[in-house]
């Protein structure tokens, strides 16, 4: 007996280099947090300058943002955001540090109720519990069954050439669907992008600390580079159509699902997790992102 539960401590222990990356994921999320709420305010000036924002924020929008001192100090705190979540990804997997950007979420919806005065309905926040209640279950058993593991050279051409894909069919959506996007357009593309970024902020860390940087990883930067960009003018287009709550779930909800499925099918993070782990994901996913369309349905700001 004494045997059976000293090899159950030793599957379920968590390796000391995730104990310092999770904390580090925490203290970037309080940052997203702070930075979405002032890019959207900062956005929301824009739009009210210059009229309703339609098929995309145009150039001069977006020059008269780098004007907004809201949405530059906005930017600065998602710019610490990011430096947290890089630190965290160089000590913990991507299956356990992506997810926790959910309590984002959590702080973003208490900030976003008092600064625009309008209380969330009881659907909201139904919603929000169940983005951050199926990210918290997905997140519980992957720091208990996530390893990291070496990305190959194969690997990492597989992400690109799915990466390639992504980025052309958003692009080519946006250039013909603009005009009726909605919110939930903009996030899901974004979060779907900035799930790569993750992914590839991952890898090159990775390379980088063992000394093989050349052109395949220099390839992964110029990936990462321009999904992040993309990505960025999505969630730009998504504050100017939702409130930042809204945002940040989506964000918060399929970045980590895409990061952790690139994850576990191509880089196999989780290889050693036992079956019932697998089923857990996969509730704890789609609860999660059932969520975020519930959200987008019932917020009391979001405007149809």
Same mark, same amino acid.
């Given at each position: ?22 904390? =580090? ?34 150039? $001069?929008?977006?020059? /008269? ?23 965290? /990804? ?20 208490? =900030? ?10 009881? @659907? ?17 058993? @992957? ?26 069919? +958003?692009?080519?959506? +946006?250039?013909?669907? $603009? ?13 779907? =992008?900035?799930? +790569? ?9 990775? $390379? ?29 287009? @998504? ?66």
């Amino acid at each position: 007996m004494i045997t059976d539960l000293t090899d159950l401590a030793t599957e379920i222990a968590i390796d000391p280099r995730q104990a310092i990356g999770i904390p =580090l994921a925490l203290v970037g999320a309080v940052f997203l947090s702070l930075g979405a709420q002032f890019q959207h305010r900062g956005v929301n000036k824009v739009e009210s300058f210059t009229g309703e924002v339609t098929g995309g924020l145009n150039v $001069r929008q977006l020059t /008269l943002l780098l004007a907004r001192p809201s949405w530059v100090f906005g930017s600065l705190m998602l710019g610490l955001a990011i430096v947290f979540q890089l630190t965290s /990804l160089a000590f913990a997997p991507i299956i356990v540090v992506q997810p926790l950007g959910a309590v984002a979420l959590v702080i973003t919806a208490v =900030l976003n109720a008092r600064v625009s005065k309008v209380k969330l309905n009881r @659907a909201s926040i139904i919603a929000i519990s169940m983005c951050v209640g199926g990210v918290g279950l997905f997140v519980t058993v @992957a720091a208990f069954t996530a390893v990291d593991r070496p990305v190959t050279d194969q690997n990492l051409v597989t992400i690109l050439i799915v990466l390639a894909a992504v980025l052309l069919a +958003f692009a080519l959506a +946006f250039g013909f669907l $603009r005009r009726r996007s909605q919110a939930i357009f903009y996030i899901l593309g974004a979060g779907v =992008l900035y799930g +790569f970024v993750a992914t590839l902020a991952k890898v090159v860390i990775n $390379r980088t600390q063992h000394g093989n940087f050349e052109w395949l990883t220099l390839t992964c930067v110029l990936g990462l580079l321009l999904a992040a960009v993309l990505g960025a003018y999505f969630v730009q287009n @998504a504050y100017a159509s939702g409130p930042p709550d809204l945002v940040i779930a989506g964000l918060t909800v399929v970045d980590p699902l895409v990061a952790v499925g690139i994850g576990i099918v191509v880089l196999g993070e989780a290889s050693q997790a036992p079956p019932a782990a697998a089923v857990a994901f996969v509730l704890a996913g789609a609860v999660a992102i059932w969520g975020v369309f519930l959200l987008a349905r019932y917020h009391p700001q979001f405007d149809r």
